[in-house]
């Protein structure tokens, strides 16, 4: 299992695109919650788009292909996340920038 910072770990789900991931993370109320997702995903978007803009409560929004919807994943909660094949382990929640 590699390590990786917080900001490393959102850049990498960035990167991935249309990738499919899983992320183990701690919700805001402190609930942890592993979801299984993707970006990139449009087919069930409304075109309304958002009130607000996710980055600036450090928020990423990606499409739950479980619950089939979109979910916004607090990226200063990450621990865990498994890419491409890979297992990264945060290992420190460092503010994301």
């Not at 942890?32 to 928020?59: C, H, I, M, Q, T």
């Not at 994943?73 to 929640?93: A, F, Q, R």
Request: proline share 2%.
């Amino acid at each position: 299992m590699t390590k990786v910072t917080t900001t490393e770990a959102v850049n990498l789900i960035k990167s991935e695109g249309n990738q499919f991931f899983t992320v183990t993370f701690t919700k805001k109320n402190g609930e942890e919650r592993v979801l299984n997702g993707r970006r990139g995903v449009a087919k069930y978007a409304n075109g309304e788009g958002l009130k607000f803009n996710p980055s600036d409560y450090n928020l990423l929004t990606v499409y739950d292909v479980q619950a089939k919807g979109y979910r916004m994943i607090n990226c200063e909660g990450i621990t865990n996340l498994k890419i491409d094949g890979e297992d990264y382990e945060i290992e420190e929640n460092l503010p994301w920038e």
